[in-house]
């Protein structure tokens, strides 16, 4: 598959601590794009990498990419009960025009 | 709060039935694409459209089908309804053809096909 592949797949903690997720993908990439989605609603874009970066942050977010790996990493400091959400990795392969999603990780985040 | 607006937001259809699902753009953006997140599930690319014309399929039958105004607001259609094709559509509004910013997604409209 080409898609981002998420992992762990299901995550629980505590408030406060830090949140760390994975994506694999197998085909090279464009870019690649995080997703975070409340419920079974609309997705929010939290961060995009590009295959020539290898690290970006965003307030408490923080996303590196290594190519080399084929995989890259959402970490979320010092969560809150409202991070609580799935997470969805979605790559983006050269000359296409499609974000392709893995299957996301759940994150609850106990107050 | 990302200014691309779906309806509606909610449906029940019976198997057979045709249904159209409708998307506005975000203010500037001209290109929208459509997926289908089955439960438990990552969204699945249906297609995308630029500047009124279809610009790339995924791995949907025919019955999918689609339409974007001059005003780049966009339409997905699905006739002859499927058990399966019981979902969340999603809209994600965007500017170009190719994926190279973010996407804004609606809130989706949750189809059940009973």
């Known amino acids: 598959s080409q898609q981002g592949e998420e992992d762990p797949q299901a995550l629980s903690i505590q408030e406060g601590e830090n949140a760390t997720m994975n994506c694999s993908y197998k085909?090279?990439?464009?870019?690649l794009q995080w997703y975070r989605q409340n419920s079974g609603r609309g997705l929010v874009h939290l961060i995009l990498i590009r295959s020539n970066e290898r690290e970006k942050h965003s307030g408490r977010l923080r996303v590196t990419l290594d190519t080399s790996k084929k995989s890259s990493s959402l970490l979320i400091t010092a969560s809150r009960a409202a991070d609580t959400a799935s997470y969805f990795c979605?790559?983006?392969?050269?000359?296409?025009?499609?974000?392709?999603f893995g299957k996301g990780n759940q994150v609850v985040v106990i107050p | 709060e990302t200014g691309v607006t779906q309806s509606p937001t909610h449906l029940i259809k019976t198997r057979g039935q045709q249904v159209t699902l409708r998307c506005s753009s975000q203010s500037g953006h001209n290109t929208v694409s459509w997926y289908q997140q089955a439960l438990g599930q990552g969204p699945q690319f249906i297609f995308q459209?630029?500047?009124?014309?279809?610009?790339g399929r995924g791995n949907f039958p025919p019955r999918f089908s689609g339409l974007q105004f001059p005003n780049y607001s966009s339409e997905l259609n699905v006739n002859a309804l499927e058990l399966d094709d019981s979902a969340l559509y999603l809209c994600?509004?965007?500017?170009?053809?190719?994926?190279?910013?973010?996407?804004?997604f609606g809130q989706g409209t949750r189809l059940t096909v009973v």
């Open positions: 994600a509004s965007s500017s170009g053809n190719q994926m190279n910013t973010e996407a804004f």
């Open positions: 979605a790559t983006v392969f050269y000359g296409n025009n499609r974000l392709a």
């Open positions: 085909t090279s990439i464009n870019n």
């Open positions: 459209y630029y500047r009124e014309e279809e610009n």
